[in-house]
């Protein structure tokens, strides 16, 4: 149990960001239908315990590599020309993946106030929890809608780009970035001493 817990830290703070879109995790038998748009990637920043302009500059390159990512998975599935039938299909597993982020996003907000039940946080840090749940949940949000209205545009020239999924990217990397640098020296030794 422990193990699963910190399994969900992990992905919660560093690697949700990163999550390519998985089809036949969430459906085993008609999500075979999306696997040749899927992709693994192991695109993450890799250590945190490092300089600001360090972090910020591999956040950059990162939000970047995972905007190709995404972009070229809706472009793919795009491409396969859906049936209606299909279509729904996909939309159910979209819609399971949006319920299993929801479900890490609120682990991770549960573990941060933790922190504040052992007292590792100054006073008015605890409303940085607040703000960076609230804003990590409102930009996975609009990463949900932007994928979805991209795979089911009609013409696929839908208005939002790359460019677009990359602001997105980078605003989620740098969230977690102001996140960290805000906190003191103790609570951030409690959370990374937890990460793999």
Not at 13 to 24: A, C, K, V, Y
């Amino acid at each position: 149990m422990i193990y699963l817990r910190l399994i969900f830290l992990f992905l919660a703070f560093t690697q949700l960001n990163s999550t390519p879109l998985i089809f036949s995790k969430f459906d085993l038998d008609d999500g075979k239908r999306f696997k040749s748009c899927e992709i693994q990637s192991n695109n993450r920043i890799k250590t945190w315990n490092t300089k600001r302009s360090i972090l910020e500059k591999e956040a950059t390159e990162l939000a970047e590599k995972l905007a190709k990512e995404r972009y070229w998975q809706i472009d793919c599935v795009y491409r396969l020309n859906l049936t209606d039938e299909e279509k729904n299909l996909l939309d159910r597993i979209l819609n399971r993946m949006r319920e299993r982020e929801i479900e890490i996003l609120e682990y991770n907000n549960r573990f941060f106030y933790q922190l504040v039940k052992k007292n590792l946080l100054y006073p008015g840090e605890e409303n940085l929890i607040s703000e960076f749940h609230k804003g990590k949940f409102d930009l996975y949000e609009i990463l949900f809608k932007r994928t979805k209205e991209k795979i089911f545009s009609k013409s696929g020239r839908e208005e939002y780009t790359e460019k677009d999924f990359n602001t997105i990217y980078t605003s989620i990397l740098f969230l977690h970035i102001e996140f960290y640098f805000s906190l003191n020296e103790e609570a951030r030794k409690r959370i990374f001493s937890k990460l793999p």
